[in-house]
């Protein structure tokens, strides 16, 4: 896809995000709205995977470290074709394949049920060993809030990816600065993000705008190329991206809008949308 078609897509998963959290009146907006354009980009660009056959023993693996998000996650499955996008307003109802966090019984295109805070790096560590023991060239993904980096197993897992030298693991950072509590700096500062992970031997890449395609591209192209390192890519995102109320609010983090602030959030949307097709 181009730039283009990517940013709209997006746009779309972000329609369908307020929309699952709206119908379900719970769930978490503001991290998977900071989160759409990296899904986007995973689901629709980078990744070798098949939603026609989403085991196939060849495919690039993703693990939703902060399973929270996981309205972003199903709709970047849902609308790649994994499941049918009418599904996701189903999210959190009795029944509904869509559980409130990812469940890879459960759910097409899952590769692992995620939610405890900190485990699902493990989890990719594991994948993305298992691969080099089996000298088979897929590539894992995962992706962790900045919050979620105040978890010690974060960085247990990630000295062993760099001292096992597992270049075909790619931790992804969403970086919107915020967590369920107020401003990560205040709750318990992670920073110097890059520093931390450079120290486990990884190759970082800081991106400045990580609801930005182009950087986005230039970032997982540069990543292929390592060799002998795991990639740590620290994204600066917007928590609540696309939405102008909830945009960079911390209250935002696990919150429903109610069929007021829903109405106002897809016209928000819309006029994103709108502006995109007239590029």
Known sequence: MNTLELQKTANEIRKSIVTAVHSAKAGHPGGSLSAADVFTYLYFEEMNIDPKNPDKPDRDRFVLSKGHTAPG??????????FPV??????????????????????????????SLGQGISVAVGMALSAKLSNADYRVYTLLGDGEIQEGQVWEASMFAGHRKLDNLCVIVDNNGLQIDGNVADVCSPYPIDKKFEAFNFHVINVADGNDMDQLRAAFEEARTVKGMPTAIIMKTVKGKGVSFMENQASWHGTAPNDEQYAVAMADLEKVGEALCQK
Do not use: K, N, W
């Not at 996650?73 to 994994?82: D, I, N, V």
């Not at 009418?86 to 049920?113: A, F, K, N, W, Y």
């Open 73 to 82: 996650y199903y709709s970047a499955l849902a609308h790649r074709g994994f």
């Open 86 to 115: 009418e599904d996701l307003p189903t999210l959190r109802h009795i029944g509904s394949h869509l559980q409130g966090h990812p469940c890879m019984q459960h759910t097409p295109g899952v590769d692992m049920s995620s939610g």
